[in-house]
C-alpha cells in the first residue's frame, strides 16, 4: 500500500506527463503480481466495490466527526475522498495496512455490517498519505488528473510493446490482468480475446482549424457527414446477442431494450444514438431523460423510441475490417443494411459539397434549421484507428450563439477548483426579474476565476448551504451550442454546452439578454 | 462576562490604543512583523523588541513616530491597565498580548503556533477570561504532521533527483528562516541559496541570535552549480520567471495550506510541505480550553468552524470578521 500511495501522490503532483509515465512504468515493473494489477484496475476507473461506496464512508466518519465541522470541511477542501483522509481524528497504530490485494480481498468478502468498523481501522492505522490513497481507491474516483491511456502508455514504455495492441486487448481481459503482464513480459502470447464481442475502442475526430485545414481538404478526399447531436455509441451484435457501449466502453445495453432487442444480422457498428419517432431525432433534452438509467420504463420507450443512426462498420460479420479504407467500410455498412432489414437502425448520409464556403453554408444552415451540432469530415482512405489520430477525421461544430446574462447564484467548485466558487448558475431578464437559463463551469482563466472568486464574496447578498446567491450586476457573455425548451427550467428555456465565452466587467446589468431574445434561439420544430 | 474593554475592531479602551491596526493610528500594539498585522505610519508602537527591529528592517526606522519596546513577561503599567507581552511562537519577536482591567484577564493571540521551533521563543500559555484568537486552520482537515517529517519527505527527494534544484516557496518573514533552521536540524549542512527577497531577514535573523548555517545569493551562481542544492525563495517568485534560471527544478511550497492536495495541484506545486507557523485545529481546540476562557472571538481565518465548536462546548463565542488579516491560500501565511 505503501508504493501505491506513493505512485498515486507523484501522479496527483507531478505537472510532467514524461515523469507520470516513468513513476507508472517503475511501479508496474518493481511490483509484484496481483498487486500491480489492482493498481492498474483503480488507475483505469475498472475497480469498484459492491459495498464499499462513499456514501459508507461518509457514514464511517460521521460516526467520529460531527456532521455540521464535516459539512464545512467538505465545503471548504472541495473533494469528498481528501475531506475524509484529512479529517480523520484518531492516528495511530504501528501495524503496516495491508497489500492492495489483501485489501481487494476485504473490501469484497466482509459483510456490510462490518464494513464501517474495518475502514475506520484501516483509516487509523494509514499514514497520512496511504489514507488518502485508501479513500481514494474505495470512492473509485481518483481526480488526480491521469487518464487511462497514460496507465496504458506506461505498460507500453515498460514492456516495449506497442500501445494500440494493449488497447486492442485492454477490453477483453480483467483484473489482475496477469494474462496481459505476462504477455507484456514475454512469458506468454497476447491474451486471445473474442473480438466480436467486446468494446473496440473508438476512433475519434480532431477540431478543425478553420484558417489551417479547412483550405487544404477537398471533396475528393474528404466526405462530409453531419455531427449529430445524440450520444456515440458502440454496437455489437453476434450470434444473436447485441451489446451496446458508450463511448467510454461502458455497457448501456439494459437502458436500450427497444434498440438492442430489434437488431439483426452480425456486425459492429459505430453510430449515433437518439430519440425519436420514425428515424426522425428529436432534441438532445429528449435523449438526457434515458441516459443514466440502469433501465428503461415503458413509458419512456413508448414516448422516446430510441434509434441508431449508423455512421461506420469495425466488424463485417466476424470479419476484422477496421484497417479497410473508409469509403469501403461505408460500402459494407450499406450493404449490411440494405441485407438485413432493420427497424432501429439507420444510416447517416453523406453530404455532397464542392468547396469550403459551400459546406459553410450547408453547416449553418444545418445548425440553424435542424439543430445539427456541425459537420464531420472523414479522410475517405482513412482506416479505423482507435483514438484520437491527426488528419483523418475532422469535426468541425456550428458556430456557438452568444448572449449576455446576469451573474445568479455561484457555488464552490470541486477538484482542481475546490474552494474557489467557480460554479455559476446565470439568468436572463423576464419582465423586472431575473430568471436562470444555465450554469457553467468553464471558459474561464484561472487567473479570472480568482477575480470571480473575490467578486462574488464581495457582493454575496444571502447563503443556502453551499450557494451563494450575489448582486444582480455582472454580466457574463456565455457561449451555448443549442437552445432547447424545458419544463425543468423556471425560464422554460435550457441550453446546451453552455460556457462563459467574456466576463464584461463593463457592461451594465440592465443589458443583458431578456427570455424572448433567448426564445428565439429555440429551433422551430 | 461584564462588557470588555477590548472592543471588536481590536481597540484597547482605556488607553485608546489598537492591537495590529490595519490604518494608521496614534498608539498601536503590534503582536509580530508580518505586513497585514505591522503596517508603517502609526505614531507611538508598542511591541517586542525582535519585533522592532523586524520592522525598522523591512519598513525603515521611521516607519513609527516613537517605539517603546516591550521585552517578554515585563509588566507595563498604564491607566489603571496592566500590559504585557508573551511568546506566541509564531515567528521571531511575536508576542501574544495579555491586558488586565478592572479584574478582567483578556489575551489576544496574534498568530501563533504551539510546536517547537528553534526560531521562535516558545508559546506561553495564558489563562484569561476572554480569548481572542485566529483561526488560519480553523477546520478538522487541518491537522499538521510533525515538520521533521516533511524535511525527511525533502531530503529525500533532493537525494532522488541529484539534477534538479529543489526550490521551495516560503515567506520571506519567519518560514524561511525555520525552513533553514529545520534543515540545519534534519542534519543538512550543505549551503542553502537565497532569493534577493530573503538576504535581509535571514542576516538579521542571525544578528538577533538565530544561527542559520550557510547561506548564499542564488543570484550570482551559474545554472549547472545549482543542480541538487536547496533555494529558498518567495512564493511568487517560485512560480515566476525567476526560477527558469534553476536547473529543472522541483517547485515545493512550505505551508499548512499543503495538506490539501487539490490545493498544492491547482498552485502547480509538486513537492507539497506541510510546514506552518500557525496552530491546528487540535492545538486550538487545545488552547481555547487550557485558557479557560468563557469568552471567545476570533480574528479571521475559518471562523465558522471554530466558532461553532466553542459555542458547542458552552463558550460565548463570536466571530471578528477582520478582513485585513491575510488567510487566504494564495498568502503563504
Given at each position: 500500500?505503501?508504493?501505491?500511495a506513493q505512485?498515486?501522490e507523484i501522479?496527483a503532483l507531478t505537472p510532467s506527463?514524461n515523469r507520470k509515465?516513468e513513476a ?103 499514514e497520512i498519505n ?396 | ?29 503590534i503582536t509580530h512583523g508580518h505586513g497585514d498585522h505591522a ?8 511591541a517586542t523588541p525582535d519585533t522592532i527591529a523586524i520592522m525598522k528592517t523591512r519598513y525603515g526606522e521611521?516607519c ?8 517578554y ?14 511568546p506566541a511562537g509564531h515567528i521571531l519577536g511575536s508576542a ?14 496574534g498568530d501563533y503556533k504551539r510546536l517547537p521551533d528553534r526560531t521562535a521563543q516558545p508559546f ?10 485566529e483561526?488560519t486552520f480553523?477546520?478538522?482537515?487541518f491537522q499538521h504532521p510533525d515538520p521533521a517529517l516533511e524535511i525527511r519527505r525533502l531530503l529525500a527527494s533532493v537525494a532522488a533527483y541529484p539534477s534538479r534544484a529543489h526550490v521551495i516557496g516560503c515567506y520571506a518573514l519567519g518560514k524561511a528562516q525555520r525552513v533553514i533552521s529545520l534543515l540545519r536540524e534534519g542534519g543538512y549542512d550543505a549551503p542553502i541559496y537565497l532569493h534577493g527577497a530573503m538576504i535581509r531577514l535571514c542576516a538579521l535573523y542571525e544578528e538577533l541570535g538565530i544561527p542559520l548555517g550557510p547561506l548564499l545569493p542564488a543570484l550570482d551562481v551559474p545554472k549547472a552549480g545549482l543542480e541538487g542544492r536547496i533555494v529558498i525563495a518567495p512564493p511568487s517568485a517560485v512560480k515566476d520567471r525567476w526560477s527558469r534560471r534553476l536547473p529543472d527544478p522541483v517547485l515545493a511550497v512550505a505551508s499548512g495550506w499543503m495538506s490539501v492536495k487539490?490545493r498544492a495541484r491547482q498552485s502547480g506545486v509538486e513537492l507539497p510541505l506541510v510546514i506552518s507557523d500557525h496552530v491546528d485545529?487540535?492545538e ?42 491575510d488567510d487566504g491560500p494564495e498568502d503563504v501565511e
Open positions: 500500500m505503501k508504493a501505491f505512485l498515486l501522479l506527463r509515465i507508472l512504468s517503475r511501479y508496474f515493473a518493481t511490483t509484484p503480481d496481483p498487486d500491480r494489477g489492482y493498481a492498474l484496475a483503480i488507475l483505469t476507473g475498472a475497480m469498484s466495490f459492491k459495498n464499499v461506496k462513499p456514501a459508507l464512508l461518509k457514514e464511517t466518519v460521521l460516526a467520529e466527526v460531527d456532521p455540521h465541522l464535516f459539512a464545512l470541511s467538505y465545503d471548504y477542501v472541495g473533494d469528498l475522498g481528501e475531506t475524509i483522509a484529512l479529517i480523520w481524528p484518531h492516528h495511530g497504530g504501528t501495524e503496516e495496512l495491508p497489500s492492495l490485494a489483501e485489501l481487494v480481498e476485504l473490501f469484497t468478502i466482509t459483510p456490510k455490517p462490518k464494513l464501517p468498523g474495518l475502514i475506520g481501522s484501516l483509516l487509523t492505522r494509514a496511504e489514507r488518502w490513497a485508501l479513500v481514494k481507491m474505495t470512492t473509485g474516483a481518483l481526480r488526480i488528473g491521469l487518464s487511462a491511456r497514460l496507465a496504458k502508455t506506461a505498460l507500453a514504455d515498460m514492456s516495449g510493446r506497442d500501445l494500440q495492441a494493449i488497447e486492442e486487448v485492454w477490453h477483453g481481459i480483467s483484473m489482475p490482468y496477469s494474462e496481459l503482464f505476462d504477455w507484456l513480459e514475454g512469458r506468454s502470447d497476447r491474451p486471445d480475446i473474442d473480438h466480436a464481442a467486446r468494446f473496440h475502442p473508438m476512433m475519434l475526430s480532431n477540431p478543425i482549424d478553420e484558417a489551417r485545414d479547412l483550405p487544404a481538404l477537398s471533396p475528393a478526399d474528404y466526405a462530409a457527414e453531419w455531427k449529430w447531436d445524440g450520444i456515440r455509441v458502440q454496437l455489437i451484435a453476434s450470434g444473436g446477442r447485441v451489446s451496446l457501449f458508450s463511448r467510454t466502453g461502458d455497457d448501456i445495453a439494459n437502458a436500450f431494450p427497444d434498440v438492442v432487442d430489434r437488431v439483426f444480422g452480425d456486425a459492429v457498428l459505430d453510430g449515433e444514438l437518439l430519440v425519436g419517432r420514425d428515424f426522425v431525432p428529436a432534441t438532445f433534452n429528449d435523449l438526457q431523460q434515458r441516459l443514466n438509467r440502469k433501465t428503461a420504463s415503458a413509458k419512456h420507450i413508448a414516448e422516446l423510441p430510441a434509434f441508431i443512426r449508423a455512421y461506420d462498420m469495425l466488424f463485417d460479420g466476424a470479419e476484422d475490417i477496421r484497417a479497410l479504407p473508409w469509403t469501403e467500410r461505408r460500402a459494407r455498412l450499406e450493404a449490411f443494411l440494405s441485407r438485413e432489414k432493420q427497424h432501429v437502425i439507420d444510416i447517416s448520409p453523406v453530404i455532397d459539397w464542392s468547396d469550403a464556403e459551400m459546406l459553410a453554408a450547408i453547416r449553418r444552415r444545418g445548425a440553424d434549421e435542424e439543430g445539427h451540432e456541425g459537420v464531420m469530415l472523414k479522410l475517405r482512405s482513412s482506416p479505423y484507428v482507435p483514438g484520437r489520430p491527426k488528419g483523418l477525421w475532422y469535426k468541425w461544430k456550428r458556430d456557438p450563439n452568444v448572449v449576455d446574462t446576469v451573474l445568479m447564484y455561484a457555488q464552490r467548485g470541486h477538484g482542481k477548483r475546490s474552494s474557489f466558487y467557480s460554479d455559476y448558475t446565470f439568468g436572463v431578464w423576464k419582465g423586472n426579474e431575473i430568471v436562470p437559463v444555465g450554469k457553467a463551469y468553464f471558459g474561464f482563466t484561472d487567473a479570472e476565476l480568482k477575480e470571480l472568486d473575490r467578486w462574488i464574496r464581495n457582493n454575496t447578498i444571502a447563503s443556502f448551504g453551499p450557494v451563494r446567491e450575489v448582486r444582480k450586476e455582472l454580466v457574463f457573455e456565455v457561449a451555448f451550442d443549442s437552445a432547447q425548451t424545458s419544463n425543468r427550467h423556471k425560464s422554460g428555456v435550457a441550453l446546451r454546452f453552455p460556457r462563459i465565452n467574456r466576463i464584461r466587467w463593463d457592461k451594465p446589468a440592465g443589458e443583458a439578454a431578456t427570455i424572448d431574445e433567448m426564445l428565439a434561439f429555440i429551433p422551430a420544430s | 462576562m461584564a462588557q470588555p474593554f477590548l472592543d471588536r475592531d481590536l481597540r484597547v479602551r482605556p488607553i485608546d490604543a489598537y492591537i495590529d491596526p490595519p490604518v494608521p493610528r496614534e498608539r498601536a500594539i503596517r508603517s505610519g502609526h505614531g507611538a508602537v508598542l521611521d513609527a513616530r516613537t517605539f517603546q519596546p516591550l521585552p513577561g515585563e509588566v507595563l503599567e498604564m491607566d489603571g491597565m496592566r500590559i504585557s507581552l508573551h501574544q498580548v495579555l491586558m488586565e482591567f478592572g479584574g478582567q484577564r483578556i489575551v489576544v493571540t506561553e500559555l495564558l489563562e484569561c477570561d476572554l480569548l481572542v484568537t483561526a480553523g477546520l478538522p482537515v487539490q485545529w487540535n486550538l481546540r487545545q488552547t481555547v480550553a487550557e485558557t479557560r476562557a468563557q469568552t471567545v472571538w476570533v480574528t479571521h481565518g475559518r471562523e465558522d468552524a471554530l466558532v461553532y465548536y466553542c459555542q458547542q462546548q458552552g463558550l460565548a463565542a463570536e466571530p471578528l470578521n477582520i478582513t485585513a488579516y
